[in-house]
């Protein structure tokens, strides 16, 4: 697949995209959920060792395949990493799946009710080897916990500012500025972000597409005019802490939102299962976020 391949799949595809993008702060929770315990490794490159294995199981998996999984989205050492003998982003393609790259350095403290990205000098280096190893486009997130005007706008405008220095390197980004379900303000914080993103969408120079990233609103259908927006490419949703049953249920309430899901993609995989029983539960996980994402509830 060419650049305009993968871009035509994303934006009209039937199916939906694997988040497997697990970084430092999170990788020990991924790899306990997995079956393997932090006594199995000693360093930090035996952890990441482990969890790219893991990894590289899901992506050579005869199940994981752009039948059903348009895109994947990894982590920068996956990405640099190989599995069935092939550098990832050239795995993925192969399996007519699009790769995309977590770019974000995590999140700053807590203000004004939001968690602003963390600095980024070395994005430019990073969306230049991406590039070149064939990834179309990118991912970064933020977290909104309160309905806060001000700081909704901020994470909004930061995300959308790195968003053009995607677009400027060839590779489109995936914006995710995730509210967090938890959230006693989750209603007004939907709205509000809702209201900033069409600012800073109807303020994008040329023509260039975006992708959203967002968490299931508490209103079935609050995001339509993001769906239809003309400089969306694509709208995906997070399952942000809900269970796979659960996050299915409220993807099919949401037309024209496919899946993004990590945690409610992997859950049921282990370490220690046959790879039979890998595939098989690996399947079973696709075929039910590729259904709600694709047949809508009336």
């Known amino acids: 697949m060419q650049f305009e391949d993968m871009k035509a799949k994303i934006e009209g595809g039937n199916g939906f995209i694997a988040a497997l993008d697990q970084s430092g702060g999170s990788t020990p929770k991924a790899l306990k959920g997995y079956g393997i315990e932090e006594d199995a490794w000693s360093t930090e490159e035996e952890m990441f060792g482990l969890i790219h294995d893991m990894r590289s199981r899901i992506i050579t998996s005869p199940v994981f395949s752009g039948e059903k999984v348009l895109g994947a989205i990894l982590f920068e050492r996956t990405m640099d990493g190989e599995a069935g003998g092939k550098s990832v982003p050239q795995a993925l393609i ?40 064939g990834v179309f486009g990118t991912k970064e997130r933020s977290v909104i916990n309160l309905a806060n005007r001000e700081g909704i706008a901020a994470v909004v405008r930061q995300q959308f500012e790195v968003g053009r220095q995607v677009l400027a390197a060839g590779l489109v980004p995936i914006i995710e500025p995730e509210v967090n379900i938890k959230s006693p303000e989750r209603a007004e914080a939907d709205q509000i972000l809702l209201e900033e993103i069409l600012k800073n969408l109807d303020a994008l120079p040329g023509d260039d597409k975006v992708m959203l990233k967002l968490s299931l609103p508490t209103k079935a259908g609050l995001f339509d005019p993001l769906v239809d927006h003309p400089r969306v490419l694509r709208v995906v949703a997070l399952s942000g802490g809900f269970s796979r049953s659960e996050a299915c249920i409220e993807l099919a309430r949401n037309r024209g939102i496919i899946a993004s899901f990590s945690r409610a993609l992997l859950n049921d995989l282990r370490h220690q299962m046959s790879d039979e029983e890998f595939n098989a539960s690996l399947g079973e996980a696709i075929d039910e976020i590729h259904g709600a994402s694709t047949s809508k509830a009336a």
Request: proline share 8%; no cysteine.
């Open 94 to 133: 192969e399996r007519g799946v699009v790769p995309f790259i977590k770019i974000d350095k995590g999140l700053e403290d807590e203000a004004a009710g939001v968690q602003l990205m963390k600095p980024n000098p070395g994005l430019d280096t990073l969306l230049h080897r991406a590039k070149a190893l």
